[in-house]
């Protein structure tokens, strides 16, 4: 069996892994143990690998990706039983008093919450946090729900770098080295983000005050004027 059968052979893995994903056949931990054990024994069989061979790849593989793993339950774990003891309601509510009917500190806010709530470095749980929290406020600001999930998904971008979140952590497994370690050089880059994401939550508050948000703006004027005339009639 010649490398290249080998490197076509590891695509299709890839490529069943994806599909099978992609059409909810199984889950993915199912997924992700069945397609390798049939590429091994495919290999075994055909005389590239050997059973020993095989066994030094899983073992390395585990000693590579073990602490990455740990981490990441670790991670899932606490901010999830944080999230569960109301630690970020807490939070978003003392934030909330300190904007009050601010456009432009309301956008500032929606990104300092998207970035506390992406600690855990889940999208579902940031959203769970951020958008059942800011949406009412932005209606009750007439402020535009895009504007909502731009700030805070730019945000979670940024936090995304955390040595628990996805990226990093596959990143580190590829380089061979602790998330930990990785994230020790990109903590510039996310500082640097972070105050980009910041700049852009007051251009966003700008641009929403603009258009007249807010409790006394434009929009509002807009909307009580509508509210009148269906009352008249």
Same mark, same amino acid.
């Given at each position: 069996?010649?490398?290249?059968? &080998? ?11 994806? &599909? ?31 059973? %020993? ?14 602490? $990455?793993?740990?981490?990441? &339950? ?14 970020? @309601? ?8 300190? &904007?009050? @009917?601010?456009?432009? /500190? ?19 749980? $940031? ?18 729900? $895009? +504007? ?19 990226? +990093? ?8 080295? %602790?998330?930990?370690?990785?994230? /020790? ?35 509002? %004027?807009?909307?009580?004027?509508? @509210?009148?005339?269906? %009352?008249?009639?």
């Amino acid at each position: 069996m010649s490398e290249v059968v &080998v490197g076509l052979l590891g695509f299709a893995c890839i490529v069943a892994i994806v &599909v099978t994903l992609f059409k909810s056949k199984t889950l993915p931990s199912i997924a992700f143990i069945i397609f390798p054990m049939i590429l091994g024994a495919i290999l075994v069989f055909g005389g590239y690998y050997s059973w %020993e061979n095989i066994g030094k790849l899983i073992k390395s593989g585990f000693s590579s990706t073990g602490p $990455t793993a740990a981490l990441f &339950v670790f991670s899932v774990l606490y901010f999830g039983i944080m999230t569960d003891a109301g630690m970020f @309601d807490v939070i978003i509510g003392k934030l909330m008093l300190l &904007v009050k @009917d601010n456009v432009i /500190g309301v956008c500032v806010m929606t990104c300092i919450i998207a970035l506390i709530g992406h600690l855990d470095g889940g999208g579902a749980s $940031t959203f769970c946090i951020v958008v059942p929290a800011m949406l009412p406020v932005y209606k009750k600001m007439h402020m535009r729900p $895009t +504007t909502l999930l731009r700030v805070a998904v730019l945000a979670m971008g940024v936090l995304n770098l955390m040595p628990w979140a996805g990226p +990093t952590m596959r990143a580190a497994s590829v380089l061979g080295i %602790e998330a930990g370690q990785l994230w /020790g050089k990109l903590i510039p880059v996310q500082v640097f983000g972070i105050v980009l994401c910041l700049a852009h939550a007051v251009l966003a508050g700008v641009q929403e005050k603009k258009r007249g948000a807010g409790l006394h703006g434009k929009l509002a %004027e807009a909307a009580g004027a509508v @509210d009148a005339a269906e %009352e008249a009639q």
